[in-house]
């Protein structure tokens, strides 16, 4: 059987910190089951040193295109749907690792044994925490994992994060993502959903990422949550987005409850950190844009 070929897309932005080790770990991966065709790393007007420290990778399979200027996230990915052909392409982000030498057999492996899934979803996983609001922040993703654990079938769009995306090329040849758009892995979601593509969440293949160590930075990821919802209305309609997002107050408190029985600390504390950060978005004091400031504190990897 002829293996099937893959593309990486990597769109990059002040990535200095990651993007020698990501590139390096996804190329030291097991590819026994596809043909890695290439890396393609978008440097969006890096003002820092990542395009020099992604030039000490030396590969003949890593493309690089370069940005002058910082056009966004989803002109990056506009451009990688463009230059992929390749039977699957697999989007990172450029402040992760993969968990593990066969991270990205094991997303190729839901796809040949899912032929007709378009899009894969995995699970995240945060380094373990380096100070108290870090340690809040993890627990409230341990939080997410159980709620996931009940919805990933009936609600996607909770799984799909843009860590790491898995699509077919039926999929990503189709896809041009708005420039304004604040949550492309949302977007992708539903727009599959929409036109009745199959999406698979596997909670067998992981990837690791740094949590925001403080609650600027925290503000500024969760103000891109709330607003994006707000946004997909406009392009999906709000009947169709608020089905796609709705959770009963039933699962929520069950989620709670498991939350603070295990780990009532940091339940309790995300709880008030969850209420502040509402206030402040339902107050209009965190607007987003599609070009939002970088959270230094978690790309502090090493």
């Known amino acids: ?20 080790n990501l590139v ?3 190329l030291k991966q097991d590819s026994k089951s596809f043909l ?42 506009n451009e990688i749907f463009q230059k992929s052909d390749t039977n699957i392409l697999i989007l990172m982000d450029a402040d992760v690792l ?10 190729v492996n839901v796809f040949s044994k899912n032929p007709k899934t378009s899009l894969v979803c995995i699970k995240t ?11 809040i922040i993890n627990t409230s993703h341990r939080l997410k994992i159980r709620l996931n654990s009940f919805v990933a079938n009936l609600k996607p769009v909770y799984v799909c994060n843009g860590r790491t995306l898995g699509l077919t090329r039926s999929l ?24 009745g593509l199959k999406i698979r969440y596997s909670e067998s293949v992981t990837v690791n990422y740094r949590s925001p160590s403080n609650i600027r930075d925290h503000i500024n990821q969760s103000a891109r949550f709330y607003n994006s919802k707000k946004q997909l209305k406009k392009y999906f309609g709000r ?9 009963s107050k039933y699962l929520l408190f069950k989620t709670f409850l498991s939350g603070v029985f295990t780990e009532p600390a940091g339940t309790l504390a995300y709880v008030f950190i969850l209420m502040y950060v509402k206030l402040l978005v339902n107050g209009h004091l965190a607007e987003s844009s599609y070009m939002w400031d970088v959270p230094v504190s978690s790309k502090k990897y090493i």
Not at 239 to 247: G, I, K
Request: with cysteine.
């Open 36 to 77: 890695l065709k290439q890396i393609v790393v978008v440097l969006d007007g890096s003002t820092d040193n990542t395009k020099l420290n992604l030039e000490r990778v030396t590969d003949k399979k890593i493309v690089t295109i370069i940005h002058r200027r910082r056009l966004g996230k989803n002109r990056c990915l």
């Open 98 to 107: 993969p968990k593990g030498n066969k991270f990205l057999e094991n997303i």
């Open 172 to 195: 990503y040849k189709k896809l041009k993502l708005p420039t304004n758009v604040l949550a492309d892995d949302a977007y992708i979601c539903l727009y599959s959903i929409k036109y």
């Open 239 to 247: 009947t169709f987005t608020n089905n796609e997002y709705f959770l």
């Open 1 to 20: 059987m002829k293996k099937p070929t893959v593309t990486i897309g990597i769109p990059a932005y002040n990535e200095e910190k990651n993007i020698k």
């Open 125 to 135: 996983e945060p380094f373990k925490a380096r100070n108290w609001f870090e340690k």
């Open 24 to 26: 390096l770990s996804l």
